[in-house]
């Protein structure tokens, strides 16, 4: 694909004071069964992530070779440290009670060893560095200096905008934009939000329109990568780096999109980045249906491996993200229960590791990278983190819809 336009136009840039709530249907329910299935999730969590804390201690691997942790493998980028914290702030609330105290000094610990990365203008992903952990640590804790790393991360976010094209390029080359990105640039806009700074939410707002101009196609598919003219800052064309071809459907990347663009609008209210959510989780159940978990990419003929495992948690979690945010009650409600319903098939015995067995990871059958032969049908942190996280959140709503049923004694 080539356009003939050469930007997106330029924002008149919001960002609202708080993030858009997320407010499921009235009546909504969990089925019972999700509890116990999460309660498998956190058991499996436990084990696998005390492994790998005892046996590397202060490493991060990205994925397994044949059910281990890899810690000196290649990474082809550097984005992935904030998920091994992530999951151990979870745990901090979801392990065992006699669990609890340790998970939370490692979760921490691991969040600690990578705040010098607030500053890291070399890549585009500081969001799944510092969402996941010190987002995480200020909101257990009120600590302001924990917010101001957040913003940090968020300004350096916004530090690698172009005007030329208006884009924040990715960490490949300054040409290159990725799909990926909508998964991070919310880091910009919170700190615009909490600093007040226009220029850095127009900065965000225009990144953001320009992906949905150039990568997001007309059937509500996503293009992992978009190629602009350096000196002019026109869009020459659609390219991937991880998906089957240049015109095909990245599943990663389809659920970096339905995610992504719901995110961008809780923190704006701009009407186009929902409509472009929802277009993009229709795509996901148009191609992938009562499977629930896709391939890799949906346009590879018979692919040799079915499942990528990955792909399907980021897009629970994008799900029931829309579910809380469209307002067509009917579409919420369709959105919520395929959320729940790819988490309870992940947590079968096919994807979901057991406790005990000598498979280090979480879920199987991820991938990282098909085409470097990297984490191929393997674990992938980023594939734990979105399960466990997006478990958490349905759990946390099931909760407190339990909690406000019980009849209170007078």
């Known amino acids: 694909m080539t356009a003939t336009t050469a930007t997106a136009p330029a924002s008149a840039a919001t960002v609202l004071p708080a993030m858009l709530p997320l407010t499921l249907p009235t009546g909504y329910e969990v089925p ?8 498998k999730a956190w058991k499996t969590a436990s084990a696998k992530l005390d492994g790998l804390i ?9 994925y397994t070779e044949e059910g281990k942790w890899v810690v000196d493998g290649e990474a082809w980028t550097n984005w992935c440290e904030g998920f091994l914290g992530g999951q151990l702030w979870m745990l901090a609330r979801r392990a065992d009670a006699a669990d609890q105290a340790r998970f939370r000094s490692a979760a921490e610990h691991y969040s600690e060893l990578i705040e010098h990365r607030k ?17 995480r640590w200020f909101e ?19 530090s690698r905008y172009r005007e030329a094209g208006r884009y924040m390029p990715s960490f490949r080359q ?8 909508m998964m991070n640039i919310h880091m910009a806009l919170y700190a615009a939000q909490q600093t007040g700074d226009q220029d850095m939410a127009r900065k965000a707002v225009d990144h953001c329109l ?8 007309g059937d509500g598919s996503a293009s992992h990568e978009g190629m602009f003219d350096l000196a002019t800052g026109a869009f020459l064309k659609q390219t991937t780096q991880q998906g089957y071809s240049d015109d095909g459907s990245w599943a990663r990347g389809q659920a970096w999109a339905l995610y992504g663009f719901g995110t961008v609008y809780r923190f704006t209210g701009e009407r186009r980045f929902l409509e472009t959510a929802v277009a993009a989780a229709d795509f996901y159940m148009e191609k992938t249906g009562e499977r629930l978990v896709p391939p890799n ?16 948690a980021a897009a629970a979690g994008g799900f029931w993200q829309l579910a809380g945010l469209v307002g067509d009650r009917t579409k919420a409600r369709i959105y919520a229960d395929y959320a729940v319903n790819i988490l309870a098939r992940l947590t079968l015995d096919d994807f979901l590791a057991s406790p005990d067995e000598a498979w280090e990871g979480v879920l199987k059958h991820g991938s990282y990278h098909e085409g470097k032969d990297l984490g191929v049908d393997e674990s992938v942190m980023w594939g734990d983190y979105w399960f466990l996280d997006t478990v958490d959140q349905i759990q946390q709503f099931d909760e407190a819809h339990r909690l406000d049923a019980t009849p209170r004694s007078r």
């Open 32 to 39: 019972a069964p999700f509890r116990e299935a999460a309660s």
């Open 297 to 312: 990419d949906w346009e590879e003929p018979a692919p040799v491996r079915p499942y990528e495992t990955s792909a399907a």
């Open 54 to 62: 005892t046996k590397h201690p202060d490493r991060f691997p990205l």
């Open 210 to 217: 320009t992906t949905r101009r150039f990568l997001m196609r």
């Open 174 to 181: 300054p040409d290159s934009l990725f799909i990926d990105i």
């Open 140 to 158: 257990a804790t009120g600590d302001p200096a924990k917010r101001d790393v957040v913003v940090e991360a968020g300004r350096t976010t916004a």
């Open 119 to 135: 500053d890291d203008d070399t890549v585009h992903d500081l969001g799944f560095l510092f969402w996941s952990t010190y987002r």
